[in-house]
């Protein structure tokens, strides 16, 4: 069974930084585009930043400059180093992989989540 784990949320003040992580495990023949969207309450869930298979980055306004999407193709692992945290930047954050995997010897490719881990930046 394919699964995405997240870890590295936690509280914060504004002006720190945290990095999360989002690792997946299971019957994976091959990794593609790979992201983290957030949800904060009572808001939609919208997508944060986005890392193809090569590299190439993609991320929302108001958090470039201030966060960081990269990959370990390896270890198939996903990372956000947030820097400068403000208050609204605080969210339940989401990975998000498109993977290659089997299911009974039976190849498919189709989007994952992670469950969820919970930012708070607040004074």
């Known amino acids: 069974q394919v699964q995405l784990v997240e870890s590295g949320g936690g509280l914060v003040q504004p002006g720190e930084s945290l990095r999360l992580s989002c690792a997946a495990s299971?019957?994976?023949?091959?990794?593609?585009?790979m992201g983290w969207y957030r949800q904060a309450p009572g808001k939609q869930r919208e997508l944060v930043a986005t890392?193809?298979?090569?590299?190439?980055?993609s991320y929302i306004d108001s958090v470039k400059g201030r966060f960081t999407i990269s990959r370990d193709n390896a270890k198939i692992t996903v990372y956000l180093q947030m820097s400068s945290l403000k208050p609204e930047d605080t969210a339940v954050y989401y990975c998000?992989?498109?993977?290659?995997?089997?299911?009974?010897?039976?190849?498919?490719?189709?989007?994952?989540w992670g469950q969820g881990t919970q930012v708070t930046v607040s004074s």
């Open positions: 890392i193809a298979s090569g590299g190439a980055t």
């Open positions: 998000n992989a498109r993977l290659g995997t089997l299911d009974n010897d039976i190849p498919s490719v189709r989007s994952y």
């Open positions: 299971g019957s994976i023949f091959s990794t593609n585009a």
